[in-house]
Structure formats: structure tokens, C-alpha cells
């Protein structure tokens, strides 16, 4: 036998669709004055076209995500449950959950420069880790009162919506309002076509600053970010890397960590030859001081380019900028404050060069040799005066380096107070060798012995040594990108630049960022580059990595002026 309900489906389900629509109506409306915080974090367009398309687009594709939300998922539960109660109340907790969403994407972007997504996870809860961790009572109490005033938003609207469903379907606003939706929907598409056609930088600028639009290029993120002069966007293919902004000033130190009575030097050991893990684990295990194994540290410089993310502890893009305001390092002012001594020698084979290169500058004393017969004795090593001595190997002869790290090794155990060694490869040969972590070891007197997993690099080197050695007082992020390696202690992406691209390193993988907007990485299986997916998350983060000094200086000097 059928039994017939007193209200057939049909009858059900049409109210409920035309309840849905006007339910969906009005939280547009909320999505769009929520979702108004992307319009103030982005900077405004140059063009009249580009200021349009930046309202149009805005408000259809914010208009266009809410609806869709719509047809995707509150008209199946209609059509599969169309019961009253049920589907208001899920309604609710649905366009709840999706205006949270915005609130939190808008507020990522804001902070990352990049949405939601799964391949920046970890950033994105350390970040939200840190808010919670800076005020916890703060940050739920605004938490929850933002759920508990978009739950009672929804509500009222879900009532509204359904007891004046007869005068709202008599209305006829909401076609003006779907006809504006449908023209700048139309509008916005047909620009941005135009636009990438011809290349019009400020309108595919935008094309990451809403979430789930047009996919972005490596191109225009790098221009938009200020690693491309805007002016050069058509032309720009195989230009350097440079910075569309000037450079900030070096800062000078002044006369700030002067310690007269420090009697310990650094020896900075450097082979232009990647040391395996063997080499490493050896030495560790001879050494007589804290050892700090570090089996992710990074370098992808090529010649002359390494030695200055070593001692200027900043990416390669800032080098011919600080370079010609003939500046020193940091550490080495540091050094000339206290009267320290700076040497360097050079071993190998080929070290006559006409050319004298910009580090040895740095030095009081460089001293080249052909082997190093005449360092390896104790009274020689623990006499030298305090100060910076630097050893770099420069052939491929492991033997001589082998020798010479037992000898400084076997000397620092007749001393009272043990010196601070720095041992690591300096440099690569070729640009393949630079996707490969070089293990390095630092020897920290008094320190406890532990392998660091965690990413690092030569930038991190001038800043452990400034607090370690020196014990300056001072905020290291905003002179330099590195970090103290003994206060690392979450992951982080690092990355550095070349003539051909950009260089990013995160915890699972390395990646290069070619002109092009190629996406790269290395293959040990097949000893070649091989392209991978689009990151453009992990790209904005090497991207606020590298111009990290140049925004902290900013800060600084703005703050100067201000005072």
C-alpha cells in the first residue's frame, strides 16, 4: 500500500529552494563586508582599468564563491532532505563555517601573502600558534565571540529569510542586484583575458590576492613582491634578480660589544669541496668541545658569492648594493672594535690570482699556501692572537684537510679555554650541487653536544658568533637574515638568489624559481634538475626570507624618523 504525506515533495521543496536563494542572498551580502579586509591589504592599482577591475573582481568572485557554496552544497541537502528545521539549522552552521573561513584566510594573506592551503600547513599554525602563545585569553575570547555573532547573524537572517519569504520573492532589488553580479562577473573575465594577452602588470598583479582565483605566475609574484623593476615586466627574461626599491644602508655598530678581557677566538675551517656525513661525525667525535652536528645546512652560492652570505649574513641579491657602500660586515666591525685579529689563508695550489677578490679586503693578514706543513703545530695554532682566523681549502686534496683538523683539534685540548671552530664547504662548483644540504659542524666550548635536523645556513653563521663569541646585545633579524643556531628551534624556510632564480629550501624539499617561472628541483637518482609542481606559497615565504633585512631597515629607519 502507498501512503501519500499531506504535503507532497514538490510542495516541500520549493519554498526551501526559494528560502535558499534569498538565505544565500544575504550572506553575500555578509561575505562582501567581511571579505572587504583582502581590498586593504592589497595595494591599490596605478590605472584607472586596474582600480575597476580590482572592485569588479572583488565583488563577483566573492559573490560567485558564496553561491557556489550554494549550488555545491546547501541545494543537494534540499533536494536529498527537504525538511524545514534540518535545513535552516545546517544552513547555518554551513555559511558559519564559510565566513569563518574568510575572516581566517583574509587574515593569513595579510600576514603570509599567500590563502589557505595544504603545502604551507606548518606556517600557517605557527603562525596561529604564535597569536595564541602572545595572548591566549585574547585570542579565544575574540574567537569565540566571532562564532557565537555569525551564528546569531545566520539565525536571524535563516528566520528573516523564511517568514517574509512572499514579500521578499515580490521584491524586485535582487534582480538589479544579480544583473550587476552577472555584468561584473562578465567584466572582470574579460579584462583580465585582455590583460594577459598583452602582459598589463596591474591588472595579473591581483590575480592572487582573492581566494580560488586565476592561478598566479612566478613572474608577476616576484615583480609584485619588488624582486623586478614593474617598468621591465614585458622585457624581463633573462635579467638578474635584482630589487625594484634601493637598498637600505648597511648599519655600523658603533661602539657596541667592546669585551677586552675575551680571550677566545673562532677558527673558521671552509673546504671548496661538500664534506660528507663521515667527515663530519669524525671530527665530532674527536673534538673535546660541545659539538653541533648540523645535517640540513644549506649553500647555493657559487664563488665569491658564498663568502658574502657567510660574513654579511644576507642573501646574494643585496651583495652588489652593500658592497658598494664599502661597509663591513657586521662581525668584522665588531672585530675592529676590539682590536681582534682577522687572518686568512688560503690553501691550494692556484692562489696567485691578479684579481684580488672583495673578502680578502675584510682581512688584516691573507696568507696563501701550498700545503700546510708549516700550521700544523700545537705551539703555532695555540698562540695566535684572539681574533677571526679563517683556513680555506681551496683544492680537493681531503687529506690536507683531514691532517689539519686533527692537528687544531689535538692543540685545542693543551688550552684552558677552548676556542669556537666553524667547519663547513664553502660554495659549489655548478648549480646542481647546489640543491644538496652540506652537513657542517660547529664546535661550541661548554655548549651540549646535539645534531640539529632543523634547516640552516651561512647566514646563520655571523649571528651565532655575534651572541656565542662576542655577546652583543643586539636584535640579530633586523641586521642580518640569519639566526642564532643555538636558539633555532622550529622549522623555517630559507632561501637565496641567483643570477637565473631563486633558491628555496623548506624541511621536505629544495626548489628553484627560474625566470621563466619554471618551478625546479634536483633528482639524485638522475643527477639533473626536474621540474615539479607550482609552489607559490613556499615561494612567498623564500621571498619574505630574502627581503627580510631590507623590511626590518625600513622599520628601523621609519621608526628613527618618527622619534
Known amino acids: 500500500m502507498v501512503s501519500f504525506s499531506p504535503k507532497s515533495y514538490s510542495k516541500r521543496l520549493m519554498p526551501l529552494i526559494s528560502w535558499g536563494h534569498w538565505f544565500t542572498f544575504f550572506n553575500i551580502i555578509a561575505a562582501l563586508g567581511m571579505s572587504s579586509f583582502y581590498l586593504f591589504s592589497e595595494t ?137 553580479l552577472v555584468a561584473t562577473f562578465s567584466f572582470s573575465h574579460i579584462v583580465h583575458i585582455w590583460a594577459d594577452a598583452n602582459l598589463e602588470y596591474d591588472i595579473l598583479r591581483q590575480d592572487s590576492f582573492l581566494p580560488l582565483t586565476y592561478p598566479a605566475t612566478a613572474k608577476t609574484l616576484l615583480t609584485k613582491y619588488g624582486m623586478f623593476n614593474q617598468d621591465d615586466y614585458i622585457k624581463r627574461k633573462t635579467a638578474p634578480l635584482s630589487f625594484s626599491d634601493n637598498i637600505p644602508a648597511y648599519p655600523q655598530i658603533g661602539e657596541q660589544c667592546v669585551n677586552p678581557e675575551n680571550k677566545q677566538s673562532v677558527f673558521m675551517v671552509l673546504t671548496n669541496k661538500a664534506l660528507s656525513n663521515k667527515q663530519i661525525s669524525q671530527i ?48 668584522f666591525q665588531v672585530l675592529e672594535n676590539n682590536d681582534f685579529e682577522k687572518n686568512l689563508t688560503i690553501i691550494g695550489k692556484d692562489n696567485h690570482l691578479d684579481n684580488i677578490p672583495w ?60 676556542d669556537i671552530i666553524w667547519v663547513s664547504s664553502l660554495g659549489n662548483a655548478n648549480q646542481e650541487s647546489s640543491f644538496n644540504s652540506k652537513p657542517s659542524l660547529l664546535l661550541l666550548p661548554n655548549a651540549k653536544s646535539q645534531q640539529k635536523n632543523l634547516l640552516t645556513s651561512h647566514m646563520d653563521i655571523a649571528p651565532t658568533l655575534l651572541k656565542q663569541w662576542l655577546h652583543c646585545d643586539i636584535e640579530s633579524e633586523a641586521l ?51 621540474t615539479v609542481d607550482s609552489d607559490f606559497p613556499l615561494m612567498i615565504d623564500g621571498v619574505h626570507f630574502i627581503k627580510q633585512f631590507a623590511n626590518k631597515s625600513k622599520l628601523t629607519n621609519k621608526a628613527s624618523v618618527e622619534e
Open 480 to 530: 642580518a637574515n640569519g639566526t642564532d643556531l643555538t636558539k633555532l628551534s622550529t622549522e623555517r624556510v630559507i632561501a637565496n638568489t641567483m643570477n637565473e632564480g631563486i633558491m628555496v629550501y623548506s624541511k621536505d624539499k629544495s626548489v628553484f624559481i627560474d625566470q621563466n617561472g619554471n618551478f625546479k628541483s634536483y633528482s639524485q637518482q638522475l643527477e639533473a634538475p626536474i
Open 44 to 180: 591599490f592599482p596605478e590605472t584607472l582599468l586596474g582600480q575597476v577591475y580590482f572592485v569588479a573582481n572583488w565583488f563577483s568572485h566573492i559573490s560567485f564563491l558564496i553561491f557556489m557554496c550554494f549550488v555545491l552544497i546547501l541545494f543537494p541537502l534540499i533536494l536529498i532532505l527537504p525538511k524545514t528545521r534540518f535545513i535552516r539549522l545546517t544552513a547555518s552552521f554551513i555559511f558559519t563555517f564559510i565566513l569563518l573561513l574568510i575572516v581566517l584566510d583574509g587574515f593569513v594573506y595579510s600576514q603570509l601573502g599567500y590563502h589557505l592551503n595544504t603545502s604551507s600547513s606548518s606556517q600557517i599554525i605557527d603562525l596561529i600558534a604564535g597569536l595564541i602563545k602572545q595572548n591566549s585569553r585574547l585570542f579565544w575570547s575574540i574567537s569565540l565571540m566571532l562564532c557565537l555573532v555569525l551564528m546569531s547573524l545566520q539565525l536571524v537572517v535563516s528566520n528573516y529569510a523564511w517568514k517574509h519569504l512572499r514579500q521578499l520573492q515580490r521584491t524586485t532589488f535582487a534582480k538589479k542586484v544579480v544583473v550587476a
Open 359 to 418: 673578502y680578502e679586503n675584510l682581512f688584516g693578514s691573507v696568507t696563501k699556501l701550498t700545503d700546510i706543513s708549516s700550521l700544523v703545530f700545537a705551539e703555532k695554532l695555540n698562540n695566535v692572537n684572539t681574533g677571526l682566523h679563517v683556513i680555506y681549502f681551496n683544492d680537493d686534496n681531503d687529506y690536507q684537510f683531514e691532517l689539519f683538523m686533527d692537528a687544531l683539534l689535538l692543540a685545542q685540548k693543551q688550552k684552558s679555554t677552548a
Open 284 to 331: 665530532s667525535q674527536r673534538s673535546f668541545s660541545g659539538a653541533i652536528t648540523l645535517d640540513n645546512h644549506v649553500d647555493n652560492a657559487l664563488d665569491n658569492k658564498a663568502w658574502f652570505n657567510l660574513f654579511y649574513a644576507l642573501p646574494t641579491i643585496y651583495q652588489n648594493d652593500v658592497l658598494t657602500q664599502q661597509t663591513p660586515p657586521l662581525l
